[in-house]
């Protein structure tokens, strides 16, 4: 992490827990110039705004953990969470994925229900895009 991003993390965490979750980025830069060598990360901020630098913006990816599937009136929807912070002040960032956004393929996210039920995608790490407002896409499952 950069001295920076150390620093961000200390203001928000001053009581410093032994464990804290926050989101980072690789410096592509820096493991660029170093042949790979230095491999440091960026303190994000679990948010997206577009024009901070230390936020999420609309379009990159996180990993998110999936939660049950829920069916809906005429749906089926995801829930997905990334734990962030730590035990004794979680910030969880949380997104509700429905089937359209969940794949490309026709009615995915319902035919893994069907097949499997609520439990189905439980605990799978999905490799989500960030959008506007909030939202999330799950282009594809990790793994």
Not at 31 to 57: C, M, Q, T, Y
Request: net charge positive; hydrophobic share 35%.
């Amino acid at each position: 992490m950069t001295r920076d991003g150390a620093a961000s993390v200390l203001r928000h965490y001053p009581s410093g827990p032994d464990v804290v979750r926050v989101l980072g980025k690789l410096d592509t830069g820096r493991w660029d110039r170093s042949n790979g060598r230095d491999v440091e990360f960026l303190h994000l901020r679990p948010v997206i705004d577009g024009k901070a630098k230390d936020a999420l913006h609309r379009g990159q990816h996180v990993f998110m953990w999936a939660g049950p599937i829920q069916p809906r009136r005429n749906d089926v929807t995801l829930d997905l969470t990334l734990e962030l912070g730590s035990k004794e002040r979680p910030e969880p960032i949380t997104a509700r994925v429905t089937r359209r956004t969940f794949a490309h393929r026709e009615n995915l996210l319902r035919r893994i229900f069907d097949g499997g039920g609520k439990a189905a995608l439980k605990d799978t790490p999905i490799w989500s895009s960030c959008a506007a407002g909030g939202r999330a896409t799950a282009p594809s499952r990790a793994g």
